[in-house]
């Protein structure tokens, strides 16, 4: 972090990650452009989200590439869920970007405030 004060979200980089209507479409895609080989897609379940969105679990379909040390996640909406309300609102596109923080809460406090 040189030059840069300690803050809350000290912690490192992690993903872009992207909301998609076809995972398999966009990940092959993503793949090519790269050269690496289509990852293989897999269903993942109860996912939890905090209480901004109801404390409810969600369910996505997801794939990642890696490519020049940069994970790029991509998720497809599989029940209703932040992801799919990006998507009506916006289309296909980065949803977010990923910090590894020390303490979640203590992050998510001072970026609210």
Known sequence: MRG???TKV???FTHISLAVRDVDKTAKAV?????????????VRNIPFPPSYGNRT???KVSSVTANGVRIEMI??????????FIDEHGDGVHHIGWDVSDYSEAVQFLES
Do not use: C, K
Not at 31 to 43: D, N
């Open 4 to 6: 840069q004060a300690a």
């Open 10 to 12: 000290d912690g490192e």
């Open 31 to 43: 793949a090519e452009v790269f050269g690496l080989p289509a990852p293989q897609s897999r269903i």
């Open 58 to 60: 969600m369910v996505g």
């Open 76 to 85: 497809q909406p599989m029940s209703p869920s932040p992801w799919q309300d």
